[in-house]
C-alpha cells in the first residue's frame, strides 16, 4: 500500500508552544509540538517540525522535500510592537500636523486599560509614539478631501527633511499625506525625491508611502498602519527568512507562507507585513470554521485558552466578523482583522500575594516557555496556574509533552506554599490552589458572557469550541453555568490554531475608499452611474490582485476572485463586509441584488429585531480577495461504538484535588478513546500534548468524528 505523502506543513508559534501540524494527500494529518525559541523562532519550528515528522514515521529532510507549502503564524512582530523594540524611523507629512502622532485618538489612548484605570485617570499615560517629535517633518503642500490640490508641494522642503532624516541614520522613511487616499501624487512625488537624494548619497534606508500600505480612509489609523510596518516588520521579516533558510535547508523547495489579518495565506515577501502581524489567534477561527461546515452548525463560540491569554470569537450562521479598523498594541488600524476578544489568562499566567494587603493576582504576566512555570525545573521560582493544577494532580508529571519534560511538583508546592498560602495564612495548600484555578476559570466565563451579552446572543442557539494547549484542562470550569447548546474540545485542541492555519487557501486583498450613497429614491440614472463606479473600481482592484498572485507563482486560471464592499446604514458609524454575489453588477436590479445581501448579514450578525426596513444604504470601501485553493485536512468519521471504552484505553487512577477534597480519578489514554464512548467523571483523558479534566458529574462523550462533547451535570 502506498504511503501518503505530506503535503502541507502548518506551524503556529504561541507564547509558549509552537505547534506543527503535517497534512497528507488525502487530509489526514499529524501533530508535533516544541517549546517556543522566542529569541530564533527557527529553532522551536524545527523541533516541533522533527517531532511531527516522527509521529509519521519519515525523516525531517524527506517531509520537507515532500511538502509543497510551509506557512507560518505567530507572534513575533507584535511582540516587537508591545516590547518597543523596533527600528529607527522617520516622518515627513503635511506641515501643520507634525503632532498627529503624538496626539494620537483617544480610544487607543485609552485602549487595554483595565475599568479601574479607566475610572481612575491618575494612572493613565499615552502609549510611547513609534517615531519621535524630532524624527517628524511637515513639508508644506495640501490635499483637500476631494483630492483637489489645494496647496503646491514645495519640493525643496522635502529634500530638506530627507537629508536631515539621513543624517539621523533612521532605518525607514515614511511619508504620509493628508488624503492620499483620494490622491496620491504628492506622495509619489516625494516619494521621487526621496529615491533621488538615496540614491546620490548611496543610503540603504527604506522608503515607505502611505497610499502604498493602506490606501484608505481614516488619516490616523493609515498613519498607524504605515508607521508599523515601518517600525515592526523588519525584525518579523528576519525571523520568517530564518524560518525559510532552515526549511531549505532541510530540502524545502518553495517559499515559507504566512496568515493574514482577514485569513489568507500570502508569501512572506509580501510588501504589507504588517497584515500578518497577528496571524496566530485567527487560525482557530479558520478552523472554527471548517468544523462548522463538517458538523453542520454555523453557530458557534470558539475560545483559545494557552499560556498567556484567552482569545474569543463569533460565528453567526457561518459569518465571521471582520473588524475593519482593530486596536492591535494600542493603537488604531484600518486594517481588516477577524474578531476576536482577548483577555490576560492562561496556564502559564504568574500566580501572586501581596504581602501587605493580602490581595490575589493573576498575571499579567507570564512564564511563557523559557523558564516556564515553577514544575518545569528551569530557573523560574514565581508560581502559575500551570503549578497549580501540578499540585492539585490535573497534570500527570511523568507524562507532560509525551514524558518529554518532567513535572517538578515538590517544588511547585513548596514555592507557591511560600509565596501564597503562607502569606494568606492558609494551611491548606491545595485550597488555595484550587482557588487560583477558579479564579481564572471565572474571568475566563465572565469574559465570553460579556461577548455574548455585548451582541445580544443567547448562549443555548451556540456551540462552544474549545482549544489550545490549556483549553481542554480548564473546559469544565470555564464554560460551567453559561448554558451553551453544545460544547466540543477536540483530540488536537493543542494545535487547533496550527489546524486553522492550514485550511486557509491563498489570498491577496486589495481595497479602496469610496462614498456612495444609494438613497431609496435614486433615480435610474443615478444607479446606473453608482453601476458604472463599482465596476470601474472592481476591475481596476482586479487587475492589480491577478499580478501579484501570478508573480508569485500562480496561473491565471488557478485564480478565484471575490469581489466585496464595506456598506452600512445611512448616517451610521460602523460597516459591514458584504460579499457580492455576483462578479460584476450590470443593472438596478443586481445592485439591489447585493442591497439585499447586506440586509441579510446585517440581521446576522445584529439579530433580526436590528433590521432597520427601508432605509438607505451607503458603500464606503470596495474590495477584491483573488484565491487559489489547496489541500485542507480531513477529518475521518467512523461508525459509533459501544459507550464503554476499551480496556487499552484505561491508565488506572490517581488522587485529584475537586471541590476541596480529594477525588479517586479514573485516567484515561485520549488516542485511545473511540467514537462512542463514553466517560463520566471525576476522570482525567491524557493526551501528550494536552489534558482534559472532566469534573465529578460531568461527562465526556466521543462522536463519529472524533470530537470530545462536554455535557455538565443537571
Known amino acids: 500500500m502506498k504511503t501518503a505523502r505530506p503535503v502541507v506543513a502548518g506551524i503556529d508559534a504561541g507564547g509558549t508552544m509552537t505547534d506543527t501540524i503535517l497534512v497528507d494527500e488525502f487530509g489526514t494529518f499529524t501533530i508535533g509540538k516544541a517549546a517556543t525559541t522566542p529569541q530564533l523562532e527557527s529553532i522551536g519550528f524545527l523541533e516541533s517540525a522533527i517531532e511531527a515528522s516522527d509521529y509519521r514515521g519519515i525523516a525531517i529532510e524527506d517531509m520537507f522535500a515532500s511538502v509543497e507549502v510551509v506557512l507560518y503564524t505567530g507572534t513575533g512582530m507584535l511582540n516587537v510592537l508591545l516590547s518597543r523594540t523596533g527600528r529607527n524611523i522617520g516622518l515627513i507629512t503635511n506641515k501643520g500636523i507634525e503632532d498627529m502622532v503624538l ?98 548619497r548611496k543610503a540603504k534606508t527604506e522608503l515607505l508611502c502611505s497610499h502604498q500600505v493602506r490606501p484608505v480612509i481614516r488619516e490616523q489609523s493609515r498613519l498607524n498602519s504605515l508607521l508599523i510596518e515601518a517600525y515592526a516588520t523588519g525584525g518579523g521579516r528576519k525571523q520568517l527568512k530564518s524560518i525559510e533558510k532552515v526549511a531549505r535547508e532541510n530540502g524545502y523547495r518553495y517559499g515559507v507562507q504566512t496568515l493574514q489579518s482577514f485569513g489568507g495565506l500570502t508569501s512572506i515577501n509580501h510588501p504589507n507585513l504588517h497584515e500578518t502581524m497577528v496571524s496566530g489567534p485567527i487560525g482557530g477561527v479558520l478552523g472554527a470554521r471548517y468544523i462548522s461546515q463538517i458538523i453542520e452548525n454555523d453557530s458557534l463560540v470558539v475560545s483559545d485558552l494557552g499560556g498567556t491569554s484567552f482569545d474569543m470569537g463569533i460565528i453567526s450562521k457561518g459569518q465571521i ?321 459501544k459507550s464503554k471504552p476499551e480496556k487499552r484505553a484505561y491508565k488506572g487512577h490517581r488522587e485529584v484535588y475537586f471541590n476541596s477534597k480529594w477525588e479517586k480519578t479514573q485516567l484515561w489514554e485520549m488516542d485511545e478513546i473511540l467514537p462512542g464512548n463514553e466517560i463520566r467523571g471525576p476522570a482525567i483523558i491524557e493526551h501528550p500534548a494536552t489534558t482534559l479534566v472532566i469534573h465529578p458529574g460531568d461527562e465526556v462523550f466521543m462522536d463519529e468524528w472524533s470530537m470530545l462533547h462536554y455535557r455538565h451535570q443537571e
Not at 324 to 337: A, D, M, V, W, Y
Not at 412 to 419: H, L, P, S
Not at 475 to 481: A, M, Q, T, V
Not at 615 to 628: D, K, N, P, W
Open 103 to 200: 496626539m494620537g485618538r483617544g480610544l487607543q489612548s485609552w485602549g487595554d486599560y483595565s475599568y479601574a484605570d479607566r475610572l481612575h485617570a491618575v494612572t493613565h499615560h499615552h502609549p510611547p509614539p513609534l517615531v519621535t517629535r524630532r524624527n517628524t517633518h511637515g513639508v508644506t503642500g495640501r490635499m483637500d478631501h476631494m483630492g483637489d490640490e489645494i496647496i503646491p508641494l514645495y519640493e525643496h522642503e522635502v529634500e530638506q527633511a530627507v537629508n536631515t532624516l539621513l543624517d539621523k541614520e533612521v532605518d525607514v522613511i515614511c511619508i504620509c499625506f493628508l488624503f492620499s487616499q483620494v490622491n496620491p501624487s504628492h506622495e509619489i512625488l516625494a516619494e521621487g525625491i526621496a529615491r533621488t537624494i538615496l540614491t546620490r
Open 321 to 641: 466578523r471582520i473588524d475593519q479598523e482593530p486596536l492591535i498594541g494600542r493603537f488604531k488600524l484600518n486594517l481588516p482583522l477577524i474578531a476576536m476578544d482577548t483577555i490576560g489568562a492562561g496556564a502559564g499566567m504568574h500566580v501572586k500575594v501581596d504581602p501587605l494587603t493580602k490581595k490575589v493576582s493573576l498575571g499579567p504576566e507570564s512564564a511563557g516557555s523559557e523558564p516556564g512555570p515553577i514544575c518545569f525545573d528551569k530557573g523560574n521560582l514565581v508560581p502559575t496556574i500551570c503549578d497549580c493544577n501540578a499540585i492539585l494532580g490535573r497534570l500527570n508529571p511523568d507524562y507532560f509533552l509525551g514524558g518529554k519534560v518532567k513535572l517538578n511538583v515538590d517544588l511547585a508546592y513548596e514555592k507557591f506554599r511560600e509565596t501564597c498560602a503562607d502569606i494568606l495564612g492558609v494551611d491548606n495548600v491545595y485550597d488555595v490552589a484550587e482557588g487560583m484555578i477558579n479564579m481564572l476559570d471565572s474571568e475566563a466565563g465572565v469574559a465570553l458572557r460579556r461577548m455574548l451579552s455585548a451582541q445580544g446572543i443567547h448562549p443555548s442557539e451556540y456551540t462552544l469550541l474549545s482549544y489550545g494547549g490549556s483549553g481542554p484542562l480548564h473546559l469544565g470550569g470555564y464554560s460551567r453555568g453559561i448554558g451553551f447548546k453544545d460544547i466540543i474540545t477536540f483530540q488536537f485542541a493543542a494545535a487547533f490554531s496550527a489546524f486553522g492555519c492550514t485550511t486557509a487557501d491563498f489570498q491577496k486583498r486589495f481595497s479602496r475608499s469610496v462614498h456612495l450613497d444609494i438613497p431609496l429614491d435614486a433615480s435610474f440614472m443615478d444607479l446606473q452611474e453608482t453601476v458604472l463606479t463599482i465596476n470601474n473600481i472592481w476591475g481596476d482592484l482586479k487587475n492589480k490582485a491577478l499580478e501579484q498572485m501570478v508573480s508569485e507563482g500562480h496561473t491565471a486560471d488557478q485564480i478565484g476572485f471575490q469581489p466585496f464592499l464595506l456598506m452600512r446604514y445611512t448616517g451610521q458609524l460602523e460597516d459591514v463586509e458584504v460579499y457580492s454575489p455576483i462578479d460584476t453588477i450590470n443593472s438596478a436590479n443586481e445592485l439591489n441584488r447585493v442591497i439585499a445581501t447586506f440586509r441579510n448579514i446585517y440581521k446576522n450578525i445584529n439579530r433580526s429585531v436590528s433590521d432597520y426596513g427601508q432605509t438607505s444604504v451607503s458603500v464606503m470601501e470596495m474590495g477584491m480577495i483573488a484565491s487559489v485553493e489547496k489541500i485542507k485536512p480531513r477529518l475521518k468519521k467512523s461508525k459509533l461504538g
